[in-house]
């Protein structure tokens, strides 16, 4: 028994990966407008004379906006990856309700309720196609060293 809860827990684990990756890139989208939204508010002197520590000094800021879009950037083409290795193992499913389940719940990211009430089902019924889904579901014999392989879904 020990051994299926720890198989599920790494399987649920890996189908969790891309809603970890949409969070990242709602966080990563706030620090830039937040950031935006400092240098706006920062008073400029445009009179073109030196001037000393009351004057702001922007390659900080362009320096912090150039890091935070290039991490937008890998974030959102790891999110692409991750969706799309997680989209094909999915649909290798035999059962519509198993992929429906597994789609709603890892990709879409709803809850339990809103799943059952969008395919029709009990709850307690959208648990079980669940608990089958996962004991179908496939993940890369390399994620259990936490590397990814896509390669065996394309």
Wanted: glycine share 6%; hydrophobic share 35%.
């Amino acid at each position: 028994m020990q051994k299926q809860q720890t198989e599920n827990d790494l399987k649920k684990e890996y189908l969790r990966g891309y809603r970890g990756h949409v969070r990242r890139i709602k966080r990563i989208e706030s620090e830039l407008a937040e950031l935006r939204v400092m240098r706006a508010t920062m008073p400029v002197n445009n009179d073109g004379m030196p001037h000393g520590s009351g004057q702001a000094d922007l390659s900080g800021y362009a320096a912090e906006l150039d890091d935070l879009e290039r991490r937008l950037i890998k974030e959102r083409y790891e999110r692409i990856v991750t969706y799309q290795d997680i989209a094909c193992r999915v649909k290798k499913l035999k059962s519509e309700n198993e992929k429906d389940v597994l789609f709603y719940r890892y990709i879409a990211g709803l809850s339990w309720w809103e799943i059952a009430e969008k395919m029709s089902f009990s709850e307690r019924q959208i648990f079980r196609i669940h608990g089958k889904a996962l004991a179908h579901f496939q993940v890369p014999k390399s994620f259990l060293g936490k590397i990814k392989d896509v390669s065996e879904c394309q």
